[in-house]
């Protein structure tokens, strides 16, 4: 069984919490009720968009398991306008605390129109443009592509993965799911 999931912000990516302390965060458990199955790698709380859920081994080792190197595909919204230098750099390879990226495949695109909005709102500032990219890897260091953003004097705002391997978004809305 496959489980697509439009995993909303603020919600963590496993059934259960951990966390003592914060007994009221949402977790995969208030959106699926499916038993026997797991989330095939990790999307941060404050990210967006997809999750593939499995009760396939396997599949859920080839997925997540970086040697792999399956490709995943994120709308990022960050802070100014990303000018030609900033888009090689993030395309080439950025030195992070933990060692130089891969090569990425990065593009400026428009606002996606599928988007639904975030609750809460990002934090707009009037003097300060946004700009939408869209960042494709094949590895998954822990928070990668806000840092690799970051790196290049372009925090990200705004982060929703679209895709991972051939299995898609699409217009699933945020917090539904569906069984393929």
Known sequence: MI???????NVLSQFTDNNIQSHERNNLSNYISISNVYPAGRLD?????????????Y???RISDPKYKMEKTYWVQVEGIVNEGSLEKLSTGV??????????????INQPEQLWSR???IRERKSIPVQWLEIIISE??????????ASVGHPTLRL???????????????????VI
Not at 3 to 9: A, R, S, T
Not at 48 to 57: A, F, H, K, P, W
Not at 95 to 108: E, H, P, Q, Y
């Open 3 to 9: 489980i697509l999931f439009n995993k909303p912000f």
């Open 45 to 57: 709380k404050d990210s967006e968009g997809l999750l593939i859920l499995t009760d396939q081994g």
């Open 59 to 61: 599949l859920q080792s």
């Open 95 to 108: 030195m992070l605390k933990d060692g130089m990226t891969s090569k990425a495949k990065v593009r400026k």
């Open 119 to 121: 609750i809460p709102p």
């Open 140 to 149: 998954g260091r822990n928070r990668q592509v806000r840092r690799m953003t």
């Open 160 to 178: 929703i993965r679209a895709k991972i391997g051939e299995w898609k978004l699409n217009n699933l809305k945020s917090g539904s799911y569906e």
